[in-house]
């Protein structure tokens, strides 16, 4: 049998995931950890309620239900490739509705970002790219690049390990793999990924959930 290159592709996991109440835990769990992780690198990163914010991967809104109160109404938008999941997200998470259009959660199964308007101002995608080979980052970023002219900075976690390395058990336990999920890449190909798709690439030495990575991006 074939191995899925994610867990997350696995036809019907979502619908078995949300069927159980497990919109948080498909996400990863660590709930108000990750989200408040989340947010306190965007504001460090710069970010402030005019700034309009893509959330990548948004999944059940663990990082929307404290990015939304904070942003000016209408200025947080999610994709995920499930719509289900943000729609639980939306529904049971978050507390100021009105605060955010329904509209704005965008499905996105190939990091397209349709429907998302050109002024988006910051970007994150966190614990997205740690369960996909890495040409998908290498593609997103090029696309988030050209379809957003006023960006001014992504944060992106990966997981690394040096060149060659096989299983690797990371600083927080999680053992990753260079050729199937969790992901790990090495330092020198996510520099050489960001600065092909017109990035320049920071990371920050942040203890972060899972002993990911931080790389801000400008």
Same mark, same amino acid.
């Given at each position: 049998?074939?191995?899925?290159?994610?867990?997350?592709?696995?036809? *019907?996991?979502?619908?078995?995931?949300?069927?159980?109440?497990?919109? +948080?835990?498909?996400?990863?769990?660590?709930?108000?950890?990750? *989200?408040?992780?989340?947010?306190?690198? $965007?504001?460090?990163?710069?970010?402030?309620?005019?700034?309009?914010?893509?959330?990548? *991967?948004?999944?059940?809104? +663990?990082?929307?239900?404290?990015?939304?109160?904070?942003?000016?109404?209408?200025?947080?938008?999610?994709? #995920?490739?499930?719509? #289900?999941?943000?729609? +639980?997200?939306?529904?049971?998470?978050?507390?100021?509705?009105?605060?955010?259009? &329904?509209?704005?959660?965008?499905?996105?199964?190939?990091?397209?970002? &349709?429907?998302? &308007?050109?002024?988006?101002?910051?970007?994150?995608?966190?614990?997205?790219?740690?369960?996909?080979?890495?040409?998908?980052?290498?593609?997103?970023?090029?696309? $988030?690049?050209?379809?957003?002219?006023?960006?001014?900075?992504?944060?992106?976690?990966?997981? $690394?390990?040096?060149?060659?390395?096989?299983?690797?058990?990371?600083?927080?336990?999680?053992?990753?793999?260079? #050729?199937?999920? &969790?992901?790990?890449?090495?330092?020198?190909?996510?520099?050489?990924?960001?600065?092909?798709?017109?990035?320049?690439?920071?990371?920050?030495?942040? +203890?972060?959930?899972?002993?990911?990575?931080?790389?801000? $991006?400008?």
């Amino acid at each position: 049998m074939t191995r899925p290159i994610s867990p997350y592709l696995v036809p *019907g996991f979502y619908d078995r995931e949300l069927a159980r109440g497990r919109h +948080r835990d498909i996400v990863g769990g660590r709930w108000d950890e990750t *989200g408040e992780a989340q947010m306190r690198v $965007l504001l460090e990163a710069g970010l402030q309620p005019h700034h309009r914010l893509l959330d990548i *991967g948004c999944g059940s809104l +663990r990082l929307g239900c404290k990015a939304v109160p904070y942003l000016d109404p209408g200025n947080y938008w999610g994709t #995920d490739q499930s719509a #289900d999941l943000m729609q +639980r997200g939306y529904e049971l998470e978050l507390a100021e509705k009105d605060r955010l259009s &329904p509209g704005q959660l965008i499905e996105d199964a190939g990091f397209a970002y &349709p429907a998302i &308007p050109d002024s988006i101002d910051f970007a994150i995608a966190w614990g997205v790219f740690t369960h996909l080979p890495a040409h998908f980052l290498a593609g997103a970023l090029s696309r $988030l690049r050209a379809r957003f002219p006023a960006l001014q900075t992504a944060l992106v976690t990966v997981f $690394l390990a040096p060149e060659g390395a096989g299983a690797t058990r990371q600083r927080d336990g999680v053992v990753t793999h260079p #050729d199937r999920p &969790p992901y790990h890449i090495t330092p020198e190909a996510m520099q050489d990924m960001a600065q092909a798709a017109g990035f320049t690439a920071e990371a920050r030495a942040d +203890r972060l959930p899972r002993g990911q990575v931080l790389f801000i $991006l400008r």
